[in-house]
């Protein structure tokens, strides 16, 4: 990929370039893994040709010994941080100082930092964050005159119009006041204002708030509303499950929505894991630090409590954040199966064994993605060529899965669900069970694995919009029915781990609906694009843009349409630029959308003014995802 991405880096056009970022360059992770093949007697090995899962993972584990897979060996190379047991900021602190004391103090003394960041915030008309960082504090226990934080969080709702929950929070400031200990002057002063503000504030009516921008199928599937009911689903002979446009679909239109099933935070750049939360993949502008580990971040504190009461907890008992900071994205990746093991109680897993573990012979598409259970069959059912995978794989599979379980012994998992399962000698029947879920959950991630990107506006020309994959996950609905063509009619967006397809251009009825695999043909060369496609999907794509060998940008036609058709593009072309200066992304939207229906009905692929509309259509939308999430924030 590095040649490629030198290629890339040669046009002038800016969206098409990428960005190399320096990661570490050595992975214990890796050495690790390796060892313990070379220790079983290389890829090769008898071990490895045990066809049961279950057994060979048990042969594996057995023959290696306790200084093997073993994850300590990664650890040690993590430097400790312990958290400050001491408050070192005040009211002349910074903002930068009290974010950086924000993470690094210990839970029992943070309550003061997040009062003193409320009040920065506050002066800074941050309002929401404000009420937030008010809020910790008294969740903390922040026990000087907590009367006083709840008058600021009124006068903070009041900034936002919302006098409603200003009114609440200046009762709970009297409340609170008339059962504290201050002196009787001070507490008849302070009662005077607060009786002010609810007579003033309580029969004022609340500004209607900015409705929220939403991207979402204009009408959802009836079996599984993650897809627009234009879709249908159709098992095809060599193909497998197909969507195909049940009505015409207009470009700019919600194909499917589509929620992760084990997202993981792995940035290129590891310094980078502290600007997104954990939790919902979102950019951060204020971060609410993990209890117990100092490199992992939130963006709330829903989401702070949704991770450490499933997936975090145990990626905090092993450090897995330090690790990476230490480690190589490439070696870090291999906890991807473990974080969706460890979401949920080990129960779960044991209890539903053998809806899992048994491949399922539903012939009905698209399936119910509605309960827990249904979510993850449909997860384990987009196994489907696991004779195709190569004896390598299989190799790193099994011994990175004995690693995992072996990682697990570490951790609360197995006695969080009232299972007694050892931390040395043979492994149990309930790791086992892990095991090959694990293993199962390997196959699946191995061709089927989306990328998930971060996005956001450079602040030095806010037209211009940046985006970085941040990590990854599987999304059972955009993967199941989606084939891959080099020339797709949709595009992929994400606004944190919620991922969305867009059609990119007017899909008739009857037409596939298509997603992009690899990389787009203007991009790469079709015999690059094939060798890739097959090495790591594991098939042959066939699309018109690899058989017909479609050039790649720069030795594309560049036709000009005819002269009526060029100077109706060159107006909806203005209309892009008016609207995107004036941050009217609705409308540029609707302007390119026009612009691609003029371009579909009058010029014949390949052609570059195709591919450079495509590109800058694709640009609104991350554009659209950097203004939703900064309305979120």
């Not at 690094?104 to 930092?113: K, L, Q």
Request: glycine share 4%; aromatic share 8%; with cysteine.
């Amino acid at each position: 990929m590095e040649d490629l991405t030198d290629e890339l880096n040669k046009s002038k056009d800016n969206s098409r370039k990428f960005e190399h970022v320096k990661d570490n360059q050595k992975s214990i992770l890796r050495d690790i893994l390796n060892d313990a093949i070379d220790a079983l007697g290389g890829y090769h090995a008898d071990v490895f040709g045990i066809d049961d899962v279950g057994e060979r993972l048990v042969s594996i584990h057995n023959k290696l010994g306790a200084h093997n897979l073993n994850l300590e060996t990664a650890q040690k190379q993590c430097v400790k941080v312990e958290k400050i047991q001491e408050l070192v900021v005040n009211e002349n602190s910074s903002v930068r100082d009290l974010n950086i004391a924000v993470l690094m103090t210990h839970w029992d003394y943070i309550a003061p930092v997040y009062f003193l960041r409320g009040n920065a915030l506050m002066a800074a008309k941050r309002w929401t964050n404000a009420i937030n960082d008010y809020n910790m504090a008294i969740h903390h226990g922040y026990s000087d005159g907590i009367y006083k934080i709840h008058h600021k969080i009124g006068q903070c709702y009041v900034k936002k119009k919302q006098y409603q929950s200003a009114t609440k929070s200046f009762q709970a400031a009297l409340d609170n006041l008339n059962s504290s200990k201050v002196c009787k002057k001070v507490q008849a002063g302070f009662t005077k204002i607060l009786k002010e503000c609810i007579s003033k504030f309580s029969s004022k009516p609340e500004e209607a708030p900015k409705p929220q921008a939403n991207i979402a199928p204009q009408n959802g599937n009836k079996i599984d509303p993650r897809l627009s009911d234009s879709v249908e689903i159709i098992e095809e002979v060599g193909k497998g499950r197909t969507a195909f446009a049940k009505s015409n679909i207009g470009v700019g239109s919600i194909v499917s929505v589509d929620d992760c099933i084990g997202a993981h935070l792995n940035p290129d750049d590891p310094q980078k894991t502290m600007q997104y939360c954990l939790q919902c993949l979102q950019n951060l502008t204020v971060s609410y630090p993990c209890s117990g580990c100092p490199r992992v971040v939130f963006c709330s504190r829903e989401c702070q409590e949704l991770a450490e009461g499933s997936f975090h907890k145990y990626q905090c008992q092993l450090n897995l954040y330090g690790l990476r900071l230490k480690d190589t994205k490439d070696g870090c990746s291999i906890f991807n199966s473990l974080s969706i093991i460890v979401g949920k109680p080990a129960s779960f897993w044991i209890e539903n064994q053998n809806k899992f573990l048994v491949p399922n012979a539903a012939s009905d598409w698209p399936t119910a993605n509605n309960t827990e259970v249904e979510k993850i069959t449909n997860l384990f059912d987009m196994i489907t060529n696991e004779k195709d995978v190569s004896h390598n794989s299989h190799v790193r599979h099994a011994v990175i899965c004995v690693l995992l379980i072996r990682a697990i012994r570490k951790t609360t998992f197995f006695k969080d669900s009232d299972l007694k399962v050892e931390d040395s000698g043979s492994l149990s029947k309930e790791e086992l069970v892990i095991g090959k879920l694990m293993y199962r959950i390997r196959l699946v991630k191995d061709m089927n694995a989306h990328p998930i990107w971060g996005a956001e506006i450079d602040p030095k020309d806010r037209t211009q919009v940046g985006t970085e994959p941040i990590g990854g996950g599987l999304y059972t609905a955009i993967a199941s029915y989606f084939n891959s063509d080099c020339n797709p009619n949709t595009i992929r967006i994400n606004i944190g781990k919620k991922m969305f397809l867009v059609a990119s251009k007017n899909i008739r009825k009857g037409e596939e609906i298509t997603d992009n695999y690899c990389m787009h043909f203007s991009d790469m060369a079709a015999k690059a694009r094939k060798e890739w496609m097959e090495e790591t999907f594991l098939f042959s794509c066939e699309c018109q843009a690899c058989e017909d060998d479609w050039p790649t940008y720069n030795n594309m036609p560049t036709i000009r349409p005819t002269e009526k058709v060029a100077d109706k593009l060159v107006e909806l072309e203005m209309d892009n630029l008016t609207a995107l200066e004036q941050g009217n992304i609705e409308k540029a939207i609707l302007s390119h959308c026009k612009e691609i229906s003029l371009i579909q009905a009058n010029l014949s692929e390949p052609h570059q003014l195709s591919v450079t509309v495509r590109t800058s259509f694709q640009h609104c939308w991350w554009r659209k995802v950097s203004m939703i999430i900064q309305s979120m924030t």
